[in-house]
Structure formats: structure tokens, C-alpha cells
């Protein structure tokens, strides 16, 4: 059709070039041209819509949501537990507030368009615009918690619980204290989290940048190489130690002599004695930035020890943690295997928990270039979520998606009115309560929607229950009925739906 159409108009534009055709025909013809390019306007031209959520997203279902809530309300009662308060900032930030601060993953960073005059980014983390908000009003000293959605423009893993668009909960302490104080609250809470959430066994690294950096001092690496090298060496724990040197060597250009030496090294973990080994190393007791990073661990595993949890904590070299604004300690939290008994693999999704010690990134945006120091820990939500929606999936658990307590019910014809003036008395105390939108509903419909639904209550009213002024309380999981005063309906539902 398109090729016709250019045909036409060819000959139309030269034969009124050589003006041998009859105004007429060239009009017919003309018409017939534009019938041509309607058609392609219409149906040939037309895109097809498809329907779909963009790359890297997902719609979550009632059910889903329900596990969801569930987690969120765990790990809330912990950050509270704590002596948290929670803060929200906006989804968007200026970019130059995220610029420089996220080392080589600045490139996953959604950009916007020019919108009023000002140059805009979706907020990569929810770490970046705490400190900015700390700058900005002058905070020296919070403890805050913070639960909100954040974008990078990634390659999803959608089964690994990895996307675009997703939830962080990140709990940090701002202020200045004494050393691994608050440093070892942020592990006691991971901690506190994963156990609660009996997501199965897991191992919480540590390590300290400053460890790091004296690490590849001593090995030979230049300073401009640090951060590159660093997020080499992050990778070890998802691709072996030859990949990573490979790596360093051939596309970084470190010599194979400092890679070797450095190999030494991360491949290295275990806990206080391995501390005390390194304090007494060579070459790293003569590094003042490793000095002092092994005095802190040691500091921070003593005050583990306090807190029962040391068997649960790793000091792993090889653990780096890419993001550049890191001063200090560095945390991540992986699951070593997750317990099935459903599924024939087990699930792996790797980290579920990270974080540290960023003492520079608020003087970063202060106008005098004032500190505040600051430790924070961020749960990988969508990775919990991932685990907990398969192991629900596997086990056919049936999940409640609403939190109504009675369903109000009518036994006879004609009792709308009355249903409608019950369920006013129980909303009105607080008690969540559902009627079916029907007039004359059947009673077993209703009894049925309960059982669908794992409503436990049904308040029955019928004619004999008005004269009486009782209303018929029925347990679902049981069928036993009894008859209660209406003026006590709502204290015996209270009772009876109590945890």
C-alpha cells in the first residue's frame, strides 16, 4: 500500500509537470493519493499497544501485598525498637545532589528531563538525600529510619528479587560518638531482622574501607586505582578470584605483582584471631589507615561479643562494597542457603542486607564543609520479599488479604436495612466488619464467602433475633453459634478476634 501510494503521487507531480492530463483526472487521481495515505494513517499505520508494566517492575497482588505488609511491619517494629524516627524525602532529587557520589554505578542513575528549569534525578538510594536533608537543616544528631521506593536503571533480575523500581529500608545513626557504639547496633539489627524473618541460616561480613585502602598501599596499588580496584575485588562473591584478578590486570592495568598480592589477602576471613593475626602482619601494622581499621574491628567484635551475636559475624577481606562514599566500617548480610523442603533447588539470591560507616558525604553538601559522622544499615527488601513469595507459593499457604473480623449476615429476605444499621454500630466501634452488596443474599452464599475470604465471624440477624434483640455470632472454622446481647456484639467480637 505504501509503495502504491508513492507510485501515485510520482506520476500525479509529473504529469502536471508536462500538463498532458485533463485537471479532472489529476484531481481523481489526487483523492485517490490521499484515500491511499489515510488508510496508511489508519490500520497499516497504527500501533499496536501492548499491554505490560515497564521493564524492571511488576504489579504486586493482594496476596502478595499481604506478605509484604507482614515484612514491613517486622522490620519497623525492630528500627522502632531501637529508638528510631522516620523521615521521608523526595522521589526525585537535583542531579547534581547525586552526582560523584555513587563511584562507577553513577551510570545506573535515571535522569530527567529539563522540568521547569531544573535538572532532575530519580533517587538511586535513600543514603544520598539523608545527608542531604541532614545538611540542609542543620542536624548534627538523629537516628532515623526510612522506608521508600528507588529506581536504577539496571538489568533486572526479576527472580532474584532485583528491579528497577524497588522498596530500601535503611535504619542509620548520625551523630558523634564513640567508636563501633553504633556501628554494632546497625549489625545487632540485621541480626535482629533476618532471625525474626527465618528467612534460613546466614552470615553478616564485615570489613573497614580504611583496611582496604591500606591493603592496596601495601600491595603496590596507586592511589588513582583504589576505587576501580575496590569494586573489582567486590565482585568476588559472585566470580572467582582468577576472573577478578583478570580483570585487574588486563582491562584496569595493575601490575600482576600487586594483583597477586592482593590476592593474598581477600581471600582471607574468619574473626578476632584473624584481627590479631593482621595487627601483627608486616606490612599492614605499618599502614596507618589499616592501624587503625583493625583497631575498630577489634573494638567492634568485642562489643558483638556483648551482644551474643559474634556467630552469625565474618570479618571477610574481600568484601568492598563499590558505593564511594564509605569511610569506615562495611556490612553485608547473605543468605548461605535457603531451607525448602518444597523446592527441589534452593533459592539463591545472595545479599540481603548491607551497609557502613559514611563519615564525609554530609560535609559533602554543607556550605562550611561540616561533618557528621554517620553508619547506616539498608535491608534488601525485594530479595525477602522474592523468598518469602516462593517458599508461600511451594507450601500452598493460604494468606488472608483483608483483616475483617465479622461479616454481618441476614438469615431471611427483606433484612437489608437491618444489616446495614448492624454494620454502622460496628464500624462506628472500631470493629472491621463486611456485608455482601446484595439485598436478599442467601445465607449459605455468605457463610461461603467467609470460608473464601477466612473472615472467622458471621453476626447473623433475622426476625426473631430483632424481636429478641440478640444477634446470632457464628464461628466459621467451628459452626458454633451462639446467641449475644446486641449491646455486647462488640465486646465479644473484640474477645473473640483478640490475638
Not at 532532575?120 to 544520598?128: A, E, H, I, P
Not at 592482593?262 to 584473624?274: D, K, M, P, R
Amino acid at each position: 500500500m505504501a509503495e502504491e501510494a508513492a507510485v501515485a503521487q510520482a506520476e500525479a507531480v509529473r504529469r502536471l509537470k508536462h500538463d498532458k492530463a485533463d485537471p479532472d483526472e489529476i484531481a481523481k487521481e489526487v483523492a485517490k493519493l490521499l484515500e491511499m495515505k489515510a488508510q496508511l494513517g489508519g490500520d497499516e499505520g497504527k500501533h499496536k499497544f501492548v499491554l505490560k508494566t515497564p521493564k524492571g517492575t511488576r504489579d504486586y497482588s493482594p496476596k502478595q501485598m499481604a506478605i509484604r505488609e507482614k515484612v514491613f511491619n517486622a522490620i519497623i517494629s525492630c528500627f522502632k525498637r531501637h529508638g528510631a524516627e522516620v523521615i521521608d524525602t523526595p522521589v526525585f532529587e537535583l542531579k547534581e545532589t547525586l552526582t560523584g557520589k555513587y563511584g562507577e554505578d553513577s551510570k545506573l542513575i535515571y535522569d530527567l528531563k529539563d522540568q521547569g528549569g531544573e535538572l532532575l534525578s530519580l533517587r538511586y538510594d535513600l543514603t544520598v538525600p539523608f545527608a542531604r536533608y541532614l545538611a540542609m537543616n542543620k542536624i548534627t544528631n538523629i537516628k532515623r529510619y526510612h522506608i521508600a521506593k528507588v529506581y536504577r536503571r539496571d538489568n533486572p533480575a526479576m527472580t532474584r528479587g532485583r528491579y528497577r523500581e524497588f522498596y530500601q529500608c535503611d535504619f542509620d545513626i548520625a551523630g558523634q560518638f564513640d567508636p563501633m557504639i553504633p556501628d554494632a547496633e546497625c549489625l545487632k539489627i540485621a541480626h535482629e531482622i533476618l532471625s525474626d524473618l527465618q528467612l534460613g541460616d546466614f552470615l553478616i561480613k564485615v570489613n573497614d574501607r580504611r583496611i582496604l585502602d591500606g591493603m592496596f598501599a601495601v600491595c603496590g596499588v596507586p592511589d588513582s586505582k583504589f576505587r576501580t580496584i575496590c569494586s573489582s575485588v567486590d565482585k568476588l562473591d559472585k566470580v572467582p578470584w582468577e576472573e577478578v584478578r583478570s580483570e585487574m590486570v588486563e582491562e584496569k592495568g595493575l601490575s600482576p605483582e600487586a594483583a597477586d598480592h592482593i590476592g593474598e589477602y581477600v581471600q582471607l576471613h574468619g574473626g578476632l584471631e584473624l584481627i590479631e593475626q593482621l595487627l601483627q602482619d608486616p606490612k599492614l601494622s605499618q599502614n596507618k589507615l589499616a592501624k587503625e581499621g583493625l583497631g575498630d574491628m577489634k573494638l567492634l567484635f568485642e562489643y558483638l561479643t556483648l551482644f551474643g551475636i559474634t556467630g552469625k559475624i565474618s570479618f571477610d577481606l574481600s568484601l568492598a562494597r563499590g558505593l564511594d562514599y564509605y569511610t569506615g566500617v562495611i556490612f553485608e548480610a547473605v543468605l548461605l542457603q535457603q531451607e525448602n523442603d518444597h523446592v527441589e533447588e534452593p533459592v539463591s539470591v545472595g545479599s540481603v542486607a548491607g551497609g557502613g560507616r559514611y563519615d564525609g558525604l554530609v560535609g559533602m553538601f554543607d556550605p562550611k564543609g561540616r561533618k557528621v559522622p554517620c553508619v547506616g544499615i539498608s535491608i534488601g527488601i525485594e530479595r525477602i520479599f522474592s523468598i518469602l513469595e516462593q517458599r508461600v507459593e511451594a507450601s500452598e499457604e493460604k494468606i488472608r488479604t483483608t483483616e475483617t473480623q465479622v461479616l454481618v449476615a441476614s438469615a431471611q429476605k427483606k433484612l437489608l436495612e437491618e444489616r446495614l444499621k448492624l454494620i454502622a454500630e460496628l464500624w462506628d466501634a472500631g470493629i472491621k466488619a463486611e456485608v455482601l452488596y446484595k439485598k436478599n443474599p442467601k445465607l449459605l452464599n455468605q457463610l461461603q464467602y467467609c470460608e473464601d475470604t477466612g473472615i472467622p465471624l458471621v453476626a447473623i440477624v433475622g426476625e426473631q433475633e430483632l424481636k429478641d434483640g440478640v444477634v446470632k455470632l457464628r464461628v466459621v472454622a467451628t459452626r458454633e453459634e451462639v446467641n449475644v446481647r446486641r449491646e455486647n456484639l462488640v465486646e465479644e467480637i473484640r474477645m473473640r478476634t483478640s490475638p
